[in-house]
C-alpha cells in the first residue's frame, strides 16, 4: 500500500511531508481536502480533523514532525545525519521551526500594519538565531536535510510574499538565510512539492481574511529594475 497524505492545497506542514516522500523516492498519494469538506470516514483517521495526515499499511499518522519521523525511520535515503548529536542538533532545530511558524501564521493573518509589523519583529529576531547558530553548522548539501525540509515552506512563502509587495524579508540582516532560500527553492523536491494552484490559492486565502499583507501594494519589479 502506497502511503496516502491528506491535506489542503496551500498547508505548508503538509507540503514538509511532501518534501520528504519526493526527496525519498516514496511512491505516494495526495489527496486534496477543502477545509470543512472532509471525505467520509476522515474523524477516523484525524480525530480533530487536522491535516496532514498520512495513511500507511500500519494506520494513520497526524502532524508533519511525526509523519517526517516515520517516514525517516520506515524508508531508506536518510535525511538526518547519522551521529547521534548531530541528530539532536538536526532536531533542535526542527523543534525551533514550530515558534518560527506561529509568529509567520500571525504576521500574514495581522489585520493592521502595526500588528503585522510586530508579528514580523517577532519572527525576524527568530531568524536571527538561526543565522547565527543553525546556518553555521548547515549547509544544503546535493541531497536536502530533514532540517530543509522543514524550514523550505517558511522561507518559500516568505520570499512569496516578499518578491510580490517588499517589506517582509531583510536580505542584509540575513544573508546566509536569504541564500539558503534560494538554493531550497531551485531543488526539485521542493519545486514539485507545491500544488499548481498553491501560491494563488494562498493569496486569495489572506486577500479572503483581508489580512494586511494581502493588501500591501505589488511591487512593480519593471520599474524596481530600470
Known sequence: MQP???????CPY???CVIVLLEKG???QIVYITPGEYPEGFEKISPQKKVPVLVTHEGAIVDSVAINEYLEDAYPEPLLPQGTYERAWSRSWIEFCGPCMSDFGTMILAKTASEFEAARHALMGKLDLVEAHCLARHMVGT?????????A????????????SGGVMEERRHPGIVAWGHRLMASRSVIDSLHDSAMASFLD????RDSHVACMAPLDHATAAA
Not at 496516502?4 to 496551500?10: A, G, V
Not at 517558511?154 to 518578491?163: A, E, K, N, T
Request: charged share 25%.
Open 4 to 10: 496516502k497524505l491528506f491535506t489542503t492545497r496551500i
Open 14 to 16: 503538509a507540503q514538509r
Open 26 to 28: 516514496i511512491d505516494h
Open 143 to 151: 541531497k536536502l536535510s530533514l532540517v530543509d525540509c522543514t524550514f
Open 153 to 164: 515552506p517558511l522561507l518559500q512563502r516568505l520570499w512569496f510574499l516578499h518578491d510580490r
Open 205 to 208: 486565502f489572506l486577500q479572503a
